[in-house]
């Protein structure tokens, strides 16, 4: 190994940190980075992390799945398996497309007054294009995303009203003013047809860029929505069916009234401009009736970004630029299919192929060990001239190897997986440990047999700071007491604990009553308020006498917020471990038939249907389950309430000049608590030791 090398320490494995390794060891930067992960316990993954359990069952933190507009999660997935070359003779996943399949059905359920719930199924066409090829043009505007409700629009007018698609006729860019005046000049819209042109204008100004003064914008916004109102809202609201089209045009014309008032398309800003506002207030404030902010379509939203501060329903936040942002970007920016599913457990999927071509570039990874200190210099003191930078790394080790290193991956049917628990036959006194179930990810654990501190120079040159902010308090103490930045972000920038259930039934989706095709939904009760069918992993897992069907569900779970943990409360973990057991069984016993019909009778959920050699009442039965409370820390997700992003730092922040961040939490050009945030965050991290990748090639960073 060259001494030249630069020495780069990433702590932490989840998708940023794995990034961020994986773009400084590109071939083209082979001699100038050595890096080593340090890793809390057995597994990479952080909040991505899942097992392999009894019957090679796949044990997740929640509901992962992948939205079609993840360019830089999926261009970083089709390298990680191109490079790993598996042999499919050998491996039953051995590319990208055996990895993730498309998801094009998205449900979504909402309450009647007479206690029941409607469901609303869509099924969204394919795309052009495959998630992680370079789009045709880097730079996305306001602009650009608004004339993709204004078509949205049309079409959902068009059809509600019967009408035929009509194409604009064709205008130069100067003629643009005069059409906007021709409109004004109405007054008022009283036909559909002239409704369609009022759009098809809009839509022109939009595409040629020309920029309109404010005051006559907002007219031409105002005269659309009045029209819209007169002429379509009739012809759906008192539908049951169509009501659910009415409240999307509903949402779309507040957001039109909103841009207009805010003047996000001349703000360089753009949805950023908004972000002090939640987005259903913001909604409201620019006309939209509750009925529609308070519809499937919007809570569907806050469920997706589990956008509830502290736990609680009445805790719902979402800052109104990210929350719109993402939307969009969803709706109208996904290849070949709205949402992926991975065919196996996201460990399985993204971890175990990144850790092992990882490893083949000659990456270092130290897994036990648990970080417990970020040290500064003397001299990183805010008001010093010296540039301050970190000095040392301390670390608890977790456990002793009885081998030189710590080989994490287990054969299930083929595949490279992680486990659920260690491999505890290659850890001294590994017995004693599985006896006492040593959770090593556990934050109320401890226990350690020995302490490393890494040195600057001597140990690494650059550090990687890799971990969820929910660690920052715990292992930066002396960044928070010398950075007032630091200390405002960690304040600012909150999270919340998540719960998950996975139910393996001896029955399929038809004989349970779900009368459906096999869906993603959300929108439903507490505790459990998003669904996926996942049967399509049975196959992968290890069962002599397979399931019928394999249900996953996730929700937020009420908790203290971090800076109330007490870290010697060792049953806390327990506590809540059982709290989402009650959580479970109460869903089951009570809602889970709104679903399943044919899965309970006499109000009670039929126990026996789960699959289990465990026999017995409720508890009993469920008991053979998995379900999990993510309370640790760094397991918590990540939230974006009004008034919090301008706080998060990026990872290209040089404060501290041999340390970047990387995750979710940080400001990464998508703000949001999600697989491909942390990807553009790790590549970003990447680009601010080396350069590399180039910022144009990070899909979405330069997006308003």
Not at 27 to 55: E, F, I, M
Not at 62 to 82: C, K, P
Not at 149 to 155: E, F, I, R
Not at 417 to 432: A, H, I, N, T, Y
Request: net charge negative; charged share 20%.
């Amino acid at each position: 190994m060259s001494s030249s090398k630069y020495k780069v320490a990433i702590v932490g494995g989840g998708c940023a940190a794995m990034t961020a390794a994986w773009e400084l060891t590109q071939p083209h930067l082979t001699d100038q980075y050595d890096v080593t992960v340090y890793q809390l316990g057995w597994r990479l993954g952080g909040k991505g992390a899942s097992g392999r359990g009894v019957n090679g069952r796949i044990e997740e933190h929640g509901l992962h799945l992948w939205l079609g507009h993840y360019d830089n999660s999926f261009a970083l997935m089709r390298e990680v398996y191109a490079e790993l070359a598996r042999d499919p003779e050998q491996c039953p996943i051995a590319t990208w497309r055996d990895a993730f399949e498309p998801a094009n059905w998205v449900g979504l359920t909402d309450p009647n007054d007479k206690g029941e719930w409607r469901k609303f199924m869509a099924n969204f066409p394919p795309q052009p294009g495959t998630p992680g090829d370079p789009r045709p043009s880097g730079f996305v505007s306001f602009a650009d995303f608004l004339r993709q409700t204004v078509n949205l629009v049309l079409a959902l007018i068009n059809g509600a009203a019967g009408l035929e698609k009509v194409p604009p006729r064709p205008v130069s860019v100067d003629s643009s003013m005069d059409l906007v005046a021709e409109v004004l000049s109405y007054g008022q819209i009283v036909t559909l047809a002239a409704l369609q042109h009022a759009l098809h204008v809009l839509d022109i100004v939009l595409e040629k860029s020309q920029l309109l003064p404010k005051k006559i914008y907002s007219d031409l916004i105002e005269i659309i929505v009045a029209a819209t109102h007169r002429l379509i809202e009739p012809l759906l609201v008192d539908n049951t069916t169509a009501r659910y089209t009415w409240e999307i045009i509903d949402i779309v014309l507040a957001c039109f009234r909103g841009s207009a008032h805010h003047d996000l398309i001349n703000d360089p800003r753009g949805f950023d401009a908004i972000d002090d506002y939640d987005i259903r207030d913001w909604l409201i404030e620019h006309g939209a009736d509750e009925s529609s902010v308070n519809s499937a379509f919007v809570r569907g939203l806050y469920d997706l970004a589990f956008a509830y501060d502290n736990g609680v329903p009445n805790g719902a936040k979402l800052a109104a630029g990210q929350g719109l942002r993402g939307g969009m970007r969803m709706f109208f920016y996904y290849r070949e299919a709205i949402f992926w599913k991975m065919n196996a457990g996201m460990g399985d999927i993204v971890f175990a192929p990144m850790y092992e071509a990882l490893r083949k570039r000659g990456v270092k990874f130290e897994f036990f060990h648990r970080l417990e200190n970020v040290g500064l210099s003397s001299d990183s003191r805010e008001d010093e001239d010296d540039t301050p930078h970190v000095s040392s790394l301390t670390f608890d080790i977790q456990a002793d190897l009885k081998g030189r290193e710590y080989n994490p991956l287990v054969d299930i049917k083929g595949l490279p997986c992680w486990p659920s628990v260690p491999l505890w036959q290659q850890l001294r006194e590994g017995d004693k440990l599985a006896a006492e179930a040593v959770d090593f990810e556990s934050f109320w654990n401890l226990e350690y047999t020995g302490k490393k501190t890494l040195r600057v120079q001597d140990d690494f040159d650059f550090v990687v700071l890799g971990l969820s902010v929910g660690s920052i308090p715990h292992t930066c103490s002396e960044i928070l007491a010398h950075n007032k930045r630091w200390r405002t972000m960690v304040e600012h920038v909150r999270t919340v604990p998540t719960q998950a259930l996975q139910l393996w039934v001896d029955e399929d989706l038809p004989g349970l009553g779900w009368k459906h095709p096999s869906a993603n939904v959300s929108g439903f009760v507490e505790p459990f308020d998003t669904w996926a069918d996942m049967s399509h992993l049975l196959p992968y897992e290890d069962w002599q006498e397979a399931p019928g069907s394999l249900a996953y569900f996730c929700n937020v779970l009420p908790a203290p917020d971090i800076a109330d943990y007490d870290r010697s409360d060792a049953g806390f973990p327990r506590r809540y471990h059982e709290l989402v057991l009650q959580n479970s069984e109460t869903f089951m016993r009570e809602h889970l038939g709104h679903l399943w019909p044919n899965a309970v009778t006499d109000k009670d959920f039929r126990w026996s249907l789960l699959h289990s050699e465990t026999q017995g009442g409720s508890k009993q039965r469920l008991s053979s389950q998995f379900w999990t409370a993510n309370i640790n820390p760094s397991d918590r997700y990540v939230l974006c309430p009004p008034g919090s992003i301008v706080h998060r730092l990026s990872p290209l922040d040089n404060t501290y000049d041999n340390l970047t961040v990387a995750g979710d939490w940080t400001s990464c050009g998508l703000n949001l608590g999600c697989v491909e945030s942390a990807v553009m965050s790790g590549r970003l991290a990447a680009h601010a030791l080396c350069q590399s990748p180039p910022l144009a090639s990070i899909s979405g960073y330069d997006h308003v």
